[in-house]
């Protein structure tokens, strides 16, 4: 019989003790990956704002010669296939798939995706729709002139730089931003376990706020958060949330505002008018708002039912009986414009206003979850306090660094001119040596004391451009240098001064790329539609079990109600549709059910307990509709009673309100006018 073949997962020698179960190595396994994919994929750093994928892309880019020149930076390059730039990427930086590459490039060049776009795309990019990008091969792509505050100082020394996949290319761990991109165009992941949902702001306010936590540290909550009043959608909108809403999640890291669509009226021709938006808050299209409007209007029966519920035909009415038509007349021009016709000009503008609020994405939630990797490389959730400080952190370690690197080659350069101007003096001398030395690099060292790397700089320069160098240029550079020496290392050796060029270096940014805010922030009201109750005479049929049911009209003779098996009358009330059918619990609760909302006299009606939720299952014992101006004599069978008006008995809660104090062994008679 031969051997078969085990699986040995012991180490050689053994392992012993130090073997770990297959459970805790799968627990490590597994958090090992999902650590891999929040730092390496799908969180942003807190340092320049980027996920791996999208710094990679910019990275590549701009090694490839598609960012800005020319004197100030200010000439673009010629944009190339986008196709060239992911095959870059995908085969110097990122091994992964294509499609993933491109999409992240795709969004950095959508202006309503990011509030700094840091792509400029040529081509279809898609829209605000949902429509998707065009291929690779067909659209084109440059860096966006605001990228130069990510990648200008990617060569002085200000980042470490780390083997790519295969050990063939650095890439940057970081890149050097001189603003907190993080909170400038926000990021969306979901990684294991964790994700994140920053919102972009305004570079204007956010380069204010770095500005006076660099001036003081210790800046009070009230005051940071009024120079960064809020997000600064790509989109524009309106932020309704209240300002302690805002604050709360600023503070903790996490939060939820209500932003609003924006819009004006148009008047039109003989009093007519309409209802324009022209801003939408995040994740909302036109497309979408439009399809919402369409399943309100022309629902669907819902599965398992034959007509549509009472729900739905009732929101249908509601919109039908405000609205006329909606059509998206959005454009190039006009990148969102969505026109709402009233139903007449006698409808109120806030009615359907608010009625679309509350019933479309025109009024919706924006999450805020502040989680990325800070500075210690751990994915956390953080304050907008600490997203600031740990940039400014990150930032005055790259000014160090860039001022460092920068001193080393004022240095290097000041030590190649005094050997030029030590030379300069005995030029004749120097020529001869080099004439006729058989060693002149020797000669020269000994004979003037140059350095090593003095003596090559001589060696390097022809001998009719060593005989025509200016005694003034060498001094007059050698001049400017050592001012720049001095001030780098007045940097170097004062935390005062490197805070002053940090706050000089923000405000210079700022005023070259900041903008207007656009979305208002102005606490309001959430919407609410109040639903129109055409005011029509009914009557409330009643079950003694509780079924409930409405007819049109009153003089109904009441043996003409069929009921179950079972069943039979408690009573009718000849009431109004704006009316309150109260329903009165055996244990003093009063609950309330609007009367037009009860279902119509076909069929059997539906149980009260459709409408209301009867605390701990008591039956309900008594019925009364009517206008809340009536009065009720309420009383208990022990023989006390009071009256009470109907509108001081009316309660928005399914659960009711107490009301009635039954004494023991009492129960409540029938309530009457």
Not at 431 to 452: M, V
Not at 558 to 577: I, M, S, V
Request: charged share 25%.
């Amino acid at each position: 019989m031969t051997d078969q073949a085990t699986l040995d997962l012991a180490p050689p020698g053994g392992g012993g003790d130090d073997v770990p179960s297959l459970a805790l190595y799968a627990q490590r396994a597994y958090l090992e990956y999902a650590l891999s994919v929040v730092k390496g994929r799908a969180l942003p750093d807190v340092c320049d704002g980027q996920k791996p994928v999208q710094r990679r892309i910019l990275y590549a880019m701009e090694r490839m010669g598609l960012g800005w020149s020319g004197p100030g930076g200010n000439t673009p390059a010629k944009p190339v296939k986008s196709a060239r730039v992911v095959g870059d990427v995908l085969g110097k930086f990122h091994p992964h798939g294509d499609t993933a590459a491109y999409d992240a490039l795709v969004r950095m060049a959508q202006d309503f995706s990011q509030r700094y776009p840091l792509i400029d795309g040529q081509g279809n990019f898609g829209s605000r729709d949902g429509d998707g990008a065009a291929a690779m091969r067909y659209t084109e792509a440059r860096l966006a002139k605001i990228t130069r505050l990510l990648l200008d100082e990617i060569d002085e020394g200000t980042v470490d730089f780390v083997p790519n996949y295969d050990g063939a290319y650095q890439e940057p761990r970081q890149l050097p931003a001189r603003l907190p991109f993080a909170l400038l165009n926000g990021a969306s992941g979901i990684a294991v376990g964790m994700a994140c949902e920053i919102p972009s702001h305004n570079l204007r306010e956010v380069a204010d706020a770095c500005v006076a936590l660099v001036k003081t540290p210790k800046l009070a909550d009230d005051e940071l958060f009024a120079l960064l009043p809020g997000p600064d959608y790509p989109g524009g909108g309106q932020i309704i949330s209240p300002a302690a809403d805002i604050h709360d999640a600023y503070r903790s890291g996490r939060g939820s505002l209500k932003v609003r669509a924006r819009w004006q009226i148009e008047d039109l021709a003989r009093g007519q008018w309409q209802m324009v938006v022209t801003e939408l808050p995040p994740g909302t299209s036109a497309q979408k708002v439009l399809e919402e409007i369409e399943e309100l209007t022309n629902p669907k029966v819902k599965a398992g039912k034959k007509a549509l519920t009472q729900d739905q035909a009732q929101l249908k009415g509601t919109i039908l009986a405000v609205l006329d038509e909606v059509r998206d007349e959005s454009s190039k021009d006009a990148p969102v414009r969505i026109v709402f016709e009233p139903k007449s000009r006698t409808i109120g503008q806030d009615e359907l206003a608010n009625t679309l609020l509350a019933h479309t994405s025109l009024e919706s939630s924006a999450p805020i979850n502040l989680t990325m990797v800070g500075l210690d490389g751990r994915p956390v959730q953080k304050s907008l306090r600490q997203m600031l400080t740990e940039w400014i952190e990150f930032r005055q370690a790259t000014i160090t660094r860039r001022s460092q690197h920068r001193l080393q080659k004022v240095l290097d350069r000041i030590h190649i001119l005094e050997g030029r101007q030590l030379v300069l003096l005995n030029i004749d001398e120097v020529i001869a040596i080099i004439r006729g030395s058989d060693e002149p690099k020797a000669a020269l060292i000994t004979r003037f004391n140059l350095s090593d790397r003095q003596a090559d700089d001589i060696l390097d320069i022809r001998l009719r451009q060593l005989a025509r160098l200016e005694a003034i240029k060498i001094e007059q550079e050698l001049s400017e240098l050592r001012k720049e020496q001095g001030t780098l290392e007045d940097i170097l050796g004062s935390p005062a001064a490197l805070r002053r060029l940090m706050v000089k270096e923000i405000e210079a940014d700022a005023k070259q790329f900041a903008d207007e805010r656009r979305t208002l922030i102005q606490a309001e009201k959430k919407a609410v539609a109040e639903v129109k109750v055409v005011d029509e005479p009914v009557t409330v049929v009643v079950s003694e079990k509780g079924w409930v049911r409405a007819r049109t009209g009153h003089g109904h003779d009441a043996a003409g109600f069929a009921f179950k098996a079972g069943d039979g009358l408690y009573g009718t009330f000849e009431c109004r549709t704006v009316d309150t059918l109260l329903v009165f619990g055996a244990n003093g609760r009063v609950y309330s059910v609007p009367v037009a909302n009860l279902p119509g006299a076909r069929g059997d009606g539906l149980p009260i307990t459709s409408f209301i939720e009867l605390e701990g299952g008591p039956q309900a014992l008594h019925y009364f509709a009517g206008p809340e101006a009536a009065t009720l004599l309420l009383a208990g069978s022990g023989g006390y009673g009071f009256l009470a008006q109907v509108a001081h008995m009316l309660s928005r809660q399914k659960g009711g309100k107490s009301f009635v104090s039954i004494g023991e062994g009492e129960v409540l008679c029938r309530p009457s006018l």
